[in-house]
């Protein structure tokens, strides 16, 4: 049996069609108060890559839209559509999913990288001074 994308009971091909009222009770309250905020234009930086994201969605769905709005709440309108996120250093591309919805762009371009640390080597202790090399 396929598996059908939902997001909290409703399908991805209903998704995108629906109005920014309709989807605000289907997120978190805390993306309902950010998307309240800019639509309030509040917050200037979201509310103009919203505008961009529609203009560039009715030209060219296909081209990656660049953005250094990090705190942009992911929206059903945005469904297929391909971000570079800047993280400070480079651009990462993020493409929205059904199980992005809800979250902010910034969350799927880390800013920091992962540490590995290797053992330790010669002179890395005190104790390890006395151990011969071969």
Sequence with gaps: MPRI?????KEKDELPSLSLEKVLPLLTSRARRALKRAAANKNIAVRKLMKKVSAIKASNP???IRTHVREAVIIP??????????NG?????????ID?????LGDFAHTTGRVI?????VGATRGSKFI???
Aim: a positive charge; hydrophobic letters at 30%; zero cysteines.
């Design 132 to 134: 011969p090399l071969k």
């Design 62 to 64: 296909s081209k990656v």
């Design 117 to 121: 640390h290797s053992g330790p080597g």
């Design 5 to 9: 994308d939902r997001y909290r009971g």
């Design 77 to 86: 309108e945005w469904l297929g559509l391909t971000f570079a996120v800047h």
């Design 89 to 97: 250093k480079e651009w990462k591309n993020v493409t929205i999913s």
């Design 100 to 104: 992005k919805l809800g979250y902010r």
